[in-house]
């Protein structure tokens, strides 16, 4: 991406998604000339993630608003520490501590219904002998559980198409938080069954954010609400300096 005058927006999607989940939002913004990348999201551990992303930031010239999805708000919350980023937008997403982990900030809140809706499976980490484990929602609780307010027939699709996190992701502690040097915002989703939106409000205020509710929003917020998620990504870019 080549340098421009108003800061570039990269969305980081979350866990159970893909980077397609941001496509209303990346719509909202390019009609008023924002420069957007939605890079992919491995998935496969919280150091990892972080570094991939951080080398989609190092490839833009000029400065950057870095946008995290649920866990994505992990991964900018590290990758975020890169020199250009100049803001952080959290949307329905941990906002970490540095030595921090994901089960951590979770488990200080009542557990939501994610937790009892996760499917394990084993992929290969080395061929032919090591595996590790890799957590999925059950299909028939992902339409309550991520996207109640997005219409059913869509919610099978995204259910088909998820993508898994690494189960490791939970428990490995963020080795920085870029909120404690960069301006940061959070959409809180009103009605998410994923992250309770207590741990939502309570990384706003930690990190002394501009916070945002969005009533009655689901999990996936960027997808049934993008206009007002847009709106608040916009607010991030136009009080950055370019």
């Known amino acids: 991406m080549t340098e421009s005058s108003t800061p570039a927006?990269?969305?980081?999607?979350?866990?159970?998604?893909?980077?397609?989940?941001?496509?209303?939002?990346?719509?909202?913004?390019q009609e008023h000339g924002i420069p957007v990348v939605a890079p992919p999201n491995p998935l496969r551990g919280l150091a990892a993630d972080a570094a991939y992303?951080?080398?989609?930031?190092?490839?833009?010239?000029?400065?950057?608003?870095?946008?995290?999805?649920?866990?994505?708000?992990?991964?900018?919350?590290?990758?975020g520490a890169?020199?250009?980023?100049?803001?952080?937008?959290?949307?329905?997403?941990?906002?970490?501590?540095?030595?921090?982990?994901?089960?951590?900030?979770?488990?200080?809140?009542?557990?939501?219904?994610?937790?009892?809706?996760?499917?394990?499976?084993?992929?290969?980490?080395?061929y032919p002998a090591a595996t590790a484990v890799e957590l999925a929602i059950v299909p028939?609780?992902?339409?309550?559980?991520?996207?109640?307010?997005?219409?059913?027939?869509?919610?099978?699709?995204?259910a088909a198409a998820q993508r898994p996190l690494a189960a490791g992701a939970?428990?490995?502690?963020?080795?920085?938080?870029?909120?404690?040097?960069?301006?940061?915002?959070?959409?809180?989703?009103?009605?998410?069954?994923?992250?309770n939106p207590d741990v939502q409000r309570f990384g706003a205020e930690r990190a002394g954010a501009t916070s945002v509710e969005v009533a009655g929003a689901s999990h996936a917020v960027a997808m049934s609400r993008p206009k007002e998620v847009a709106d608040v990504i916009r607010q991030a870019v136009q009080a950055t300096p370019a």
């Open 140 to 158: 028939e609780a992902f339409p309550q559980v991520f996207a109640a307010d997005v219409p059913a027939e869509v919610t099978r699709v995204l």
């Open 170 to 195: 939970f428990t490995e502690p963020a080795s920085a938080a870029a909120w404690r040097t960069k301006p940061s915002w959070v959409v809180v989703a009103g009605a998410d069954q994923a992250i």
């Open 53 to 79: 992303v951080a080398s989609a930031i190092a490839q833009i010239d000029g400065p950057v608003v870095l946008v995290g999805h649920s866990y994505g708000g992990a991964v900018i919350t590290v990758a």
């Open 82 to 126: 890169a020199e250009n980023v100049v803001g952080l937008v959290y949307v329905a997403a941990y906002v970490l501590e540095k030595g921090e982990s994901l089960g951590e900030l979770q488990g200080r809140f009542p557990e939501p219904p994610l937790g009892a809706s996760l499917r394990p499976a084993s992929y290969p980490v080395s």
């Open 9 to 29: 927006v990269v969305l980081v999607h979350g866990a159970f998604a893909d980077a397609a989940s941001w496509s209303g939002v990346i719509a909202e913004l």
